[in-house]
């Protein structure tokens, strides 16, 4: 008789570093969100990290705050997407606007309000600043817009970089300086990372690394530094909070990391095709045995952002394609393959980040960003430490405690040595890997 799943967890995953380069370091990393607790739900969760952020573009992705050029170019990117919005959701009372404007008379009051609300530019008292005026100067533009088949692409700069509009953020009314400032002085590059941000693109960082230096030149970046604090700060208490256990013994929250013995060390476990899948499902293969050690039995719905992957049964040349469940289930099978019963994996999705809806995404992202650098050389309970400073949770659970800490290839490989009472061959590895593969080696 098979046991009854008594929690629920959802699994995201998320990974840093560039996978491509086998000299640099990697890391997949998760975070387990159990269903019954109310802070975990999709609404809940999310309402609480957009007060920590307001202002910032949805999904809330950590490159962008943990860069100052970033976080200025946040607010443009909302707007992008708020004038793109208007030729789409309002587009009859952007229409009606425009043709009082043509005729010589004032537009009615109500489809000013509908296009200043998708805007952002209407405050308690009503509007915050003259719609009317942008409309009237800009009038060529919103028809251009109107026309345009990806008004998201083809907003015109002149209509999301009006100055009115950065007056209005709550988020952001100390960083208009710094915002303007990078407009002013390198505009193809900011409206390059703006556009990027608001199509859910991939950010050009050498761009990035330009506007970083000028705003470190211009002294406009210390509010932006508040901001960075304020909300690493705000999203690490979160976490905290969440892995606090409950009356069942259990946790609302576990964080898991995976990354590699050594730098391009990246098998076992998996077929050696491709590093990312491999990192992936040693991250898996700790989920599941720490699991295991927890009371009750446990169903975890696996969802992991998609990327690129190697696929050895395509016909192209490259043999790459973008993850999906599909690559997910095997890797699911062997997991479970490996670990008791009462643990589950079930893959439900593999959306790209900046499609994603639920805001769980957002936390793997943010301990996928700040854990990279902790995987170093140093020891098992020194990355710990680090960890658990940067995300306000413990990597480690169960009686006794074990680590959360998982490494491919030379680790894996002294780890089924010690599990099956083999003589491990001596491998180099980095310290903390060595030493989370001899805590769990032990019965």
């Not at 508040?226 to 946790?251: C, E, N, Q």
Request: proline residues 7%.
């Amino acid at each position: 008789m098979v046991a009854a799943f008594t929690h629920r967890w959802h699994l995201f995953v998320d990974e840093s570093g560039d996978f491509e380069d086998l000299a640099t370091r990697v890391v997949v990393a998760a975070v387990a969100l159990r269903l019954d607790r109310v802070l975990t739900r999709p609404d809940q969760l999310g309402n609480v990290l957009r007060r920590l952020a307001p202002g910032m573009p949805w999904p809330l992705h950590l490159c962008v705050v943990r860069r100052l050029s970033a976080l200025a170019m946040a607010p443009v990117a909302l707007r992008i997407r708020a004038v793109a919005a208007v030729a789409g959701a309002e587009r009859t009372a952007l229409k009606a606007a425009l043709a009082a404007l043509d005729q010589g008379r004032p537009p009615e009051p109500d489809a000013l309000h509908r296009v200043a609300c998708r805007l952002g530019g209407v405050a308690e008292a009503g509007l915050a600043w003259p719609v009317e005026r942008i409309l009237a100067e800009h009038a060529s533009h919103w028809r251009a817009l109107l026309q345009a088949r990806d008004p998201l692409r083809e907003a015109p700069a002149d209509l999301w970089a009006e100055p009115d509009f950065f007056s209005v953020s709550e988020g952001f009314r100390d960083p208009v300086a710094a915002t303007r400032h990078l407009l002013c002085t390198a505009p193809k590059e900011a409206h390059r990372v703006a556009m990027a941000f608001a199509c859910g693109e991939r950010v050009a960082w050498e761009d990035l690394s330009y506007l970083d230096g000028l705003l470190g030149r211009s002294g406009f970046g210390d509010p932006l530094k508040r901001i960075k604090r304020r909300v690493l700060a705000g999203i690490t208490r979160l976490l905290g909070t969440l892995a606090v256990p409950d009356a069942s013994g259990l946790p609302g929250a576990l964080i898991f990391v995976a990354g590699e013995s050594r730098d391009g060390d990246f098998w076992p476990p998996g077929s050696g095709d491709d590093r990312y899948l491999s990192v992936l499902e040693s991250l898996l293969t700790r989920t599941a045995e720490t699991l295991a050690r927890l009371p009750g039995s446990h169903e975890v719905e696996v969802r992991a952002c998609t990327r690129l992957v190697a696929d050895p049964l395509l016909v192209t040349r490259e043999r790459r394609t973008l993850l999906k469940v599909g690559h997910l289930e095997p890797l699911c099978e062997r997991v479970e393959g490996r670990v008791a019963r009462r643990v589950r994996l079930w893959p439900v999705e593999t959306p790209r980040y900046h499609d994603t809806r639920d805001p769980g995404f957002v936390l793997a992202d943010f301990v996928a960003n700040g854990s990279l650098s902790c995987l170093n050389e140093r020891s098992l309970t020194r990355v710990e430490q680090d960890l658990r400073a940067a995300f306000g949770a413990a990597p480690r659970s169960g009686e006794p405690p074990r680590t959360h800490l998982q490494a491919t290839g030379a680790a894996w490989r002294l780890l089924e040595a010690l599990r099956s009472s083999a003589d491990p061959v001596e491998e180099p590895m980095r310290l903390w890997a060595r030493e989370q593969a001899v805590e769990w080696g032990r019965p």
